[in-house]
């Protein structure tokens, strides 16, 4: 008669329980450890009890301060949800982007960066801010004093258009400030971007490609020339698109006086 076989049934999940049951026994010694390490050695416990918002003020700062400190306040530093915090400022349409800093034991400081604003958009609904890299940002604060060029035409409110429209406004601010400051309104016409600045009726037609051409020796001619001549008020217009600042010299339009005419610079 055959003997019963003694060998045990297989057990693949045996060494599994085993590693949990370790890693859990490590774990709890590990936790235990830093419990007594807080508590008699005065370590501390790596819990986030300060958040620092830096990049932005005012009432921006308090909305972040407070949406962080919902979020962070006495979770663990490095366990907390900071994607989840980037995402909920990074959707607000005013910021640009967040970095975050985890500053042991128990400090976090946010660095928001701000869409910065480029020009007022005039709608039916309202006047909005748009940021230098093409998002409405929400509508103007009536407390806010600083002006900015507007775009009212709403065939320049068009996609293309706007877009030329943005990319001159974007050029100008960074290479010519000065003259940037000075510009009223901003449209798309069928000579591409075109400005109107303050005192100053007339359109000056910008360069396509580079509308900071010219620029300067408008400047200068403005003062100089424009600005004295009795047919100031009757300039049809400026066309800056030709000839660079080297040459120094800006076509004006006819005035009842006279034809259209280059004017050089001194």
């Known amino acids: 008669m055959a003997l019963p076989s003694r060998t045990r049934p297989r057990r693949p999940w045996l060494p599994f329980a085993k590693a949990g049951v ?13 419990g007594l390490a807080q508590r008699y050695l005065g370590l501390q416990r790596l819990v986030i009890e300060q958040v620092v918002v830096t990049g932005t003020r005012g009432e921006r700062q308090q909305e972040i ?15 907390f949800d900071a994607e989840g915090l980037r995402d909920t ?8 982007g967040l970095l975050i800093r985890k500053e042991p034991p128990d400090r976090i400081t946010l660095v928001v960066q701000e869409r910065r604003p480029l020009l007022w958009l005039v709608r039916p609904e309202g ?5 230098d890299d093409g998002v409405v ?3 103007v604060d009536p407390a806010d004093p600083t002006p900015l060029p507007v775009v009212v035409d ?25 003259f940037f400051d000075r510009i009223a309104e901003f449209r798309w016409t069928d000579k591409g971007p075109t400005a109107f600045i303050e ?50 010299y800006v076509a004006v339009g006819p005035t009842g006086t006279g034809p259209a005419r280059t004017i050089q610079k001194n």
């Not at 009757?234 to 040459?247: A, F, H, M, N, Q």
Request: neutral net charge; aromatic residues 10%.
């Open 22 to 34: 370790v890693l859990l026994l490590v774990l709890g010694a590990a936790w235990g450890l830093l």
């Open 65 to 79: 301060q407070k949406l962080a400190e919902e979020r962070c306040l006495h979770r663990p530093l490095f366990w």
């Open 89 to 96: 400022v990074e959707g607000k349409r005013w910021v640009r």
């Open 127 to 131: 006047i909005f801010l748009v940021s």
């Open 137 to 139: 940002m929400g509508r």
């Open 154 to 178: 709403a065939g320049s409110e068009q996609d293309k258009a706007f877009l030329g429209v943005l990319n001159a406004a974007r050029a100008l601010k960074t290479s010519q400030p000065d």
């Open 199 to 248: 005192g100053f009726q007339a359109p000056i037609y910008l360069n396509r490609h580079d509308a900071a051409r010219n620029i300067p020796n408008f400047q200068a001619i403005y003062v100089d020339e424009l600005l004295k001549s009795p047919d100031f008020a009757k300039i049809p217009y400026v066309d800056l698109r030709w000839g660079d600042d080297s040459e120094g």
